[in-house]
């Protein structure tokens, strides 16, 4: 879909956050720091934090998004709660403002749908956050195995429970990445997902198995939970003749390739970049906005990740036998937690 609102690439764009809790005071820190880019303020409900990460990042601060509007903006990044996603796109989208929105896209397909239906009458660029694309190892990944026949894909995506509990489990937190992983990698749809899920210790779901079919005949499957001490970030691709292996924290990616007959094979370090996944979405983002041309990851990718998502948690297998728009996934405000400002999420 081209996109019918430009901005000239000569002119400096101005680009708000709404919301600059813990992830969106990354958004402004990054924005902040973009060429061609005017971090023209913040917005806050939480005035103060509000003016915690305007007066650090020399910009205004505000407690509303229509103080925020009335700035005057060209694009905006949202990164308030997923509840809250699909009303402040559709107050940005209203004012021809772009709009960058955090995964998930929004609580339910429905509300989804109507961001992407929104942007299209508008003709303002609509990308979701799905960041793990841009991180420099799942790019060396998506890189080694384009053209390739993949046949299966594994990802471990496990941790402690967060510092601050929200009301969503490990599905919509975390699998929901992977998920997308999973699209963008096979260029397909997941069309069968069987899960199996159990709340060990939390009130949501804290362990996920889920495993998958794409359209295209891929086998995937995540392993996600909040109840492994450390950190792990894996992917595993099969394909007819590579098997890459990469660990997103570390960012080192391997592949063995040259099969023989006796068992033997070869194997290599590969290249990866050093680029911050967030500053890289961010300059994603902002081209497409110059451009006039689709994002990388579009309004349709955060809703068709979301849609597995919610049918992972309803237990549904067949994807095809599903309704369009998918019961609500509650995804309520949560208790603050004590955050240090500016922590990588
Ligand atoms: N891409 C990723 O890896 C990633 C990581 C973490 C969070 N997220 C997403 O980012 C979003 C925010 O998550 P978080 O962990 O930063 O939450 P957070 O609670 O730390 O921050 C949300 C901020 O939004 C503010 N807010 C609430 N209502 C508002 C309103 N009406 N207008 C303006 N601001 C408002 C809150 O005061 C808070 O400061 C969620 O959608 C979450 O899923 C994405």
Redesign the pocket.
Same mark, same amino acid.
């Given at each position: 879909m081209l996109q019918t609102v430009k901005t000239n690439a000569s002119t400096v764009l101005r680009v708000g956050v &709404?919301? &600059? @809790? &813990? #992830? @969106? =005071?990354n958004h402004a820190r990054v924005l902040a720091e973009l060429p061609g880019v005017v971090l023209a303020g913040v917005?806050? #409900?939480?005035r103060k934090?509000a003016h915690h990460v305007g007066s650090t990042l020399g910009c205004p601060a505000v407690g =509303?998004?229509e103080e925020l509007l009335d700035r005057g903006v060209d694009a905006v990044s949202i990164?308030?709660?997923?509840h809250? +996603?699909r009303d402040?796109a559709l107050a940005c989208i209203a004012r021809g403002v772009h709009v960058l929105v955090?995964?998930?896209i929004a609580s339910t397909v429905a509300e989804g749908d109507d961001i992407i239906a929104a942007a299209r009458r508008a003709g303002v660029t609509l990308m979701i @956050? +799905? &960041?793990?694309r841009f991180n420099p190892a799942v790019q060396a990944i998506a890189e080694a195995i384009r053209g390739e026949d993949i046949l299966s894909i594994a990802i471990t995506r496990v941790g402690p429970f967060p510092p /601050?509990m =929200?009301n969503v489990g490990v599905v919509i937190?975390l699998a929901v +990445?992977d998920i997308d992983l999973i699209c963008w990698f096979t260029g397909s749809k997941i069309v069968e997902v069987q899960p199996q899920l159990s709340n060990a210790v939390a009130e949501r779901e804290d362990i996920a198995l889920l495993q998958f079919r794409t359209a295209s005949g891929v086998l995937a499957h995540i392993n996600t939970n909040w109840l492994t001490p450390f950190k792990a970030r894996t992917v595993h691709v099969a394909t007819k003749r590579k098997y890459v292996i990469g660990d997103l924290l570390t960012r080192q990616v391997t592949e063995c390739y040259g099969f023989q007959p006796d068992g033997s094979y070869s194997m290599r370090h590969l290249s990866v970049g050093h680029a911050e996944p967030l500053r890289a979405e961010l300059m994603a983002f902002i081209k497409s906005v110059r451009e006039g041309a689709p994002p990388p990851v579009t309004g349709e990718d955060g809703v068709a990740s979301l849609a597995v998502a919610i049918q992972c948690l309803d237990g549904r297998t067949d994807t095809e036998l599903a309704p369009k728009s998918l019961p609500v996934v509650e995804v309520a405000?949560?208790p603050? /937690?004590t /955050?240090a400002a500016f922590v990588h =999420?």
């Amino acid at each position: 879909m081209l996109q019918t609102v430009k901005t000239n690439a000569s002119t400096v764009l101005r680009v708000g956050v &709404v919301g &600059v @809790g &813990v #992830m @969106g =005071s990354n958004h402004a820190r990054v924005l902040a720091e973009l060429p061609g880019v005017v971090l023209a303020g913040v917005a806050d #409900m939480n005035r103060k934090q509000a003016h915690h990460v305007g007066s650090t990042l020399g910009c205004p601060a505000v407690g =509303s998004i229509e103080e925020l509007l009335d700035r005057g903006v060209d694009a905006v990044s949202i990164a308030a709660p997923t509840h809250l +996603h699909r009303d402040i796109a559709l107050a940005c989208i209203a004012r021809g403002v772009h709009v960058l929105v955090e995964k998930p896209i929004a609580s339910t397909v429905a509300e989804g749908d109507d961001i992407i239906a929104a942007a299209r009458r508008a003709g303002v660029t609509l990308m979701i @956050g +799905h &960041v793990e694309r841009f991180n420099p190892a799942v790019q060396a990944i998506a890189e080694a195995i384009r053209g390739e026949d993949i046949l299966s894909i594994a990802i471990t995506r496990v941790g402690p429970f967060p510092p /601050r509990m =929200s009301n969503v489990g490990v599905v919509i937190d975390l699998a929901v +990445h992977d998920i997308d992983l999973i699209c963008w990698f096979t260029g397909s749809k997941i069309v069968e997902v069987q899960p199996q899920l159990s709340n060990a210790v939390a009130e949501r779901e804290d362990i996920a198995l889920l495993q998958f079919r794409t359209a295209s005949g891929v086998l995937a499957h995540i392993n996600t939970n909040w109840l492994t001490p450390f950190k792990a970030r894996t992917v595993h691709v099969a394909t007819k003749r590579k098997y890459v292996i990469g660990d997103l924290l570390t960012r080192q990616v391997t592949e063995c390739y040259g099969f023989q007959p006796d068992g033997s094979y070869s194997m290599r370090h590969l290249s990866v970049g050093h680029a911050e996944p967030l500053r890289a979405e961010l300059m994603a983002f902002i081209k497409s906005v110059r451009e006039g041309a689709p994002p990388p990851v579009t309004g349709e990718d955060g809703v068709a990740s979301l849609a597995v998502a919610i049918q992972c948690l309803d237990g549904r297998t067949d994807t095809e036998l599903a309704p369009k728009s998918l019961p609500v996934v509650e995804v309520a405000p949560a208790p603050r /937690r004590t /955050r240090a400002a500016f922590v990588h =999420s």
